[in-house]
């Protein structure tokens, strides 16, 4: 075998060698167990002192005892992103994308969160809009092996496109989407129109989807806290318990 054959024969087995190493590595891990995106409704029926209660209300859910037992039950971190919306184009990002792997990142998140600026107080309730914002964020989220939007709100939409058809033509598949209904006195219908009595009921019918999609009541904005605890540590909960009984 001439030189060239030599080198021909000693780059092949080195090509062979380099792609058996190759195959015995691993598949990229996934990054996280959940990506979660918080939307918090900040339109013009919820008023300042409403709106404290939810920012302070959602930093203190955050960092509760049982929410932070939940958020390291796992090995994997869970990814969160928190946006503020009301109308068509108001949809503020107050957290970007950030792994929860230690309690200093979550109380950091919360921190950062409590310290939030309301962008608007005078838009409607595009909850269909919001609902399309959330989908499109959840495709720059990390790898994860779910996803998940909780949407909290005292209304209804009533401005652009509504929350059914953000999830026809919003790439949701896969996705689920809980709420937090906030029941207040003029959170309820006319008993003349075809519209739910009750906010929950609205939300419940139009605004969950997806594999173990479930509903919060929060009677009032005092209760905004407790309520989003209780859901929190349900959508930290192992995806074998909360992945039963899918809707849509």
């Not at 062979?16 to 891990?29: F, Q, R, V």
């Not at 959602?58 to 049982?66: D, F, K, R």
């Not at 039950?73 to 009301?86: M, T």
Request: a negative charge; hydrophobic letters at 45%.
């Amino acid at each position: 075998m001439g030189q060239h054959g030599k080198h021909r024969a000693l780059v092949i087995r080195a090509c062979l060698i380099a792609g058996l190493a190759t195959a015995s590595l691993p598949a990229k891990a996934v990054a996280c167990r959940l990506a979660l995106v918080l939307a918090m409704d900040v339109s013009s029926s919820v008023d300042a002192s409403e709106d404290t209660l939810q920012r302070t209300g959602l930093a203190a859910a955050l960092i509760a005892p049982e929410v932070q037992a939940a958020f390291f039950q796992s090995p994997q971190p869970v990814a969160l992103a928190v946006f503020e919306w009301s109308g068509r184009s108001n949809q503020k990002l107050l957290l970007d994308w950030t792994l929860i792997g230690s309690q200093s990142d979550l109380f950091s998140a919360a921190s950062s969160l409590a310290r939030s600026q309301r962008s608007t107080s005078e838009f409607p309730t595009a909850l269909g809009h919001a609902m399309g914002h959330a989908a499109t964020m959840l495709q720059s989220a990390p790898v994860c092996h779910a996803q998940t939007v909780d949407v909290s709100g005292d209304g209804r939409n009533n401005e652009g496109f509504t929350p059914k058809q953000a999830y026809a033509h919003f790439p949701f598949a896969g996705v689920t989407v809980n709420g937090l209904a906030i029941e207040t006195a003029g959170s309820t219908a006319a008993a003349e129109t075809s519209v739910p009595a009750h906010i929950g009921d609205y939300y419940w019918e139009e605004v969950l989807y997806g594999p173990g999609a479930f509903l919060e009541i929060a009677n009032g904005f005092d209760d905004y806290e407790r309520a989003l605890r209780r859901k929190l540590e349900r959508e930290l909960a192992p995806i074998a318990v909360s992945s039963l009984n899918p809707l849509k």
